[in-house]
């Protein structure tokens, strides 16, 4: 297993209600070294939770407590917000679901890129501009130069979410956590994106805790599955042993996944309580 950058224990994520305190993640253990990690389950098992936890990005109203909750040796349960400020970006990336809602729009693509690039580093203009069209061709983008003076709704939904790869990763953090990172776009995209995470995950020689509910993308792309149910984990298995998994909950997730084998069948359910 690769040494770990991040090192979770006994993590549970609580919030308040009228019945008293709801456990949304509920003492869960993992680690993720300098390999893709895929966090995978049904909406609700608590993915996005676990991400948000680790990122020090919960609302207030949270209640999150570990054992141990460390990157890179550092206890990230007593970073001020000062130590995450220097952390988030730096050190660890975050790229969501859809950059329609990451990108701000009214600015154009290269200030974005060039953001953490400002916070972290004293390069001059002209050196953060080289940097940002250097990793705008590394993704993949036509012409970096007329995309770095674009505004985000000039591009399309496959080339914004390059630009948040781009922005994530153009300070060479050690962590990438990618949430659903290709969930807004078509088939052939979202496996363009996966693959380009993964090049450059092994360029970098960084981790990726990849965050999705696809099993068969994962067991594509990913070298180790933890699969979530009701915020615990069920199962954790090497992404390409998914279809021998031994939990009958992670055997029925792999079974319901979309095919041609299981085109117009009815899906298998799990029942409640199996």
């Known amino acids: 297993m690769a040494e770990a950058l991040l090192t979770v224990e006994d993590l549970s994520v609580s919030f308040p209600s009228g019945a008293g305190p709801v456990r949304v993640v509920d003492g869960i253990d993992f680690t993720v070294g300098r390999e893709i990690v895929a966090l995978v389950g049904e909406s609700g098992s608590g993915k996005s939770m676990t991400g948000r936890a680790i990122m020090g990005l919960l609302p207030r109203t949270a209640t999150v407590q570990a054992k141990r909750l460390s990157f890179d040796e550092r206890n990230l349960l007593s970073l001020a917000p000062s130590g995450w400020n220097a952390l988030r970006g730096k050190d660890i ?20 890129v060039e953001e953490t690039l400002l916070l972290h580093t004293r390069l001059s203009a002209a050196e953060r ?23 985000p709704a000039a591009l399309s939904g496959g080339m914004g979410q390059r630009v948040m ?14 949430d659903e990172p290709t969930s807004a776009l ?16 092994e360029q970098f020689g ?4 990849l965050i ?63």
């Open 212 to 274: 999705s509910h696809d099993l068969q993308q994962v067991s594509r792309f990913a070298d180790r599955v933890i699969v979530l149910r009701s915020g615990r984990i069920d199962e954790e298995l090497a992404a390409a042993d998914l279809a021998n998994a031994q939990s009958d909950y992670t055997r029925a997730l792999w079974a319901a996944r979309p095919s041609a084998e299981t085109y117009g069948t009815r899906l298998p359910v799990y029942g409640v309580g199996t």
């Open 186 to 201: 078509d088939r052939e995209l979202q496996n363009q994106i996966l693959a380009l995470l993964r090049s450059l995950t």
């Open 129 to 151: 501009r080289e940097r940002a069209l250097d990793m705008l061709d590394m993704v993949g983008l036509p012409d970096p130069a007329r995309v770095y003076s674009s505004y």
């Open 93 to 112: 990336g975050l790229v969501l679901q859809d950059p329609k809602y990451s990108l701000n729009p009214a600015h154009k693509v290269g200030r974005q």
């Open 165 to 178: 790869i781009a922005a994530m990763l153009i300070n060479r953090p050690k962590l990438l956590i990618a």
């Open 206 to 209: 960084m981790g990726l805790l």
